[in-house]
């Protein structure tokens, strides 16, 4: 493989000029940090529209693009050695070989929290735009804030995959935020079902039917995201924004949701003990500990760390079509220096090519976002499986909306299975203390 190495002066210069605005940065070793400067506009509230921030134009003579610098979190580290890792590395060099041996900076910082990748960015454009990379690899619900703080820049002109039709339909919604493009979707996951089948004689193919095994059913009850009880409402036809995409509920689905779990306290399956469980890490967790015999959880916890006794299935219809709710990462644009956003694009259509995806998700364990990509897994059950999954997958809803219903959603839903309040009473104070 093509390799281009520097000094180890200069990567010492580099990684010390980095520090004063980034946290624990990793460089490849063949590659060099350069990133372009601009002057940013102040970001905007997350209530707000996103819009482009602009930049002063001067006529100049464009600077010939040497290199492109991604941010990506620690699982895609291209120095692990790891196959999903060494597969990204190999696909970075790739574009590299074809664009006359441009370097490509990536480095790896958090997922979440203080010096993660949101947090990064915000003070590298505050503060220090000339270490802003040219692409950064966020979480939906980052993407969805990055852009509301116009911290990453629409796609709309530079590209049309999002067009093409070999994307699920959450997975293109995910592409998008108020109709522009902001991010390319290159893995997605998803709530299912993960339990164990020495459980079941024959696992039910409805709520009713699992409700009559009287086992056990743990999930994040203590999640103020409510994304479990969010899938069930969306299953009952309940909406959760009006016309002004204002959050909203409506009393006689969230009743029927509400139900669904007193009838799981009655049957034994939902118990006070559900109620311990914050994430979906923590659900995972008792799995694997042997603690829960049929959990929701995400997709990736399957694909990533299935036991061997484990099993997958789709969560159930409630009244009419099953729902699940998804979410994912895509690649989005960073820089504010404009001559090189064709480029950046260009490499993040590269990343999400379904021949690299299909790959690269099996290997780091997500549901591919483009139906061609699944196509090429080997497996065919599984390849099935996850298909039916994906179609009935709705992207999870805006972060103001879970921010707004998923602490009332989750505290009603606590006195239902508590026993202190029946469904339809639960579901009138909700849709009361969302009015107030």
């Known amino acids: 493989m093509k390799k281009i190495r520097i000094p180890l002066v200069l990567g010492v210069i580099l990684i010390f000029a980095m520090s004063a605005c980034e946290a624990l940065p990793f460089e490849l070793p063949w590659v060099t940090a350069r990133t372009a400067t601009a002057t940013l506009s102040p970001g905007e509230n997350e209530a707000s529209t996103p819009t482009p921030r602009t930049t002063t134009t001067v006529e100049t003579t464009p600077v010939p693009i040497t290199s492109l610098t991604l941010w990506v979190p620690p699982e895609m580290d291209p120095a692990l050695e790891t196959e999903a890792s060494q597969m990204l590395l190999a696909r970075l060099q790739m574009f590299s070989d074809q664009n006359d041996g441009i370097e490509i900076n990536v480095r790896v910082k958090a997922a979440s929290g203080v010096g993660g990748l ?93 409700f009559e095994t009287g086992t056990a059913l743990a999930y994040a009850a203590e999640s103020d995201q409510s994304l479990f009880q969010m899938s069930l409402y969306l299953a009952s036809g309940g909406s959760l924004q009006d016309n002004q995409r204002r959050p909203m509920l409506e009393v006689e689905p969230l009743t029927e949701t509400f139900r669904f779990f007193q009838q799981g306290v009655e049957a034994g399956n939902i118990t006070e003990a559900s109620l311990q469980y914050q994430t979906s890490a923590q659900v995972w967790t008792a799995f694997r500990d042997g603690q829960a015999d049929l959990v929701v959880t995400w997709l990736s916890n399957y694909l990533q760390d299935a036991p061997a006794d484990a099993l997958l299935a789709p969560l159930p219809p409630v009244n009419g079509s099953p729902v699940s709710l998804g979410t994912g990462m895509g690649w989005a644009l960073a820089t504010p220096d404009e001559d090189r956003h064709p480029l950046a694009v260009e490499l993040a259509e590269f990343l999400v090519e379904p021949e690299f995806l299909s790959e690269w998700t099996f290997s780091s364990g997500y549901l591919p976002p483009r139906p061609s990509a699944l196509d090429a897994w080997q497996d065919q059950n599984l390849r099935s499986l996850l298909n039916q999954i994906a179609l009935i997958t709705r992207l999870r809803p805006s972060n103001d909306i879970i921010a707004s219903l998923g602490p009332i959603i989750r505290e009603q839903t606590r006195q239902v299975v508590q026993g202190l309040v029946d469904p339809s009473q639960a579901a009138q104070v909700a849709v009361e203390s969302l009015e107030e």
């Open 118 to 210: 949101l947090d990064a960015l915000t003070a590298a454009s505050a503060a220090a735009p000339d270490a802003l990379p040219d692409l950064i690899a966020l979480s939906r619900q980052d993407l969805e804030n990055a852009a509301l703080k116009s911290l990453i820049f629409p796609m709309d002109s530079l590209t049309e995959i999002p067009d093409d039709s070999d994307w699920y339909d959450f997975t293109r919604e995910m592409a998008l935020l108020q109709g522009s493009t902001f991010g390319l979707p290159f893995a997605s996951d998803t709530l299912v079902l993960v339990y164990r089948p020495e459980s079941f004689e024959q696992f039910p193919g409805s709520w009713g039917g699992i």
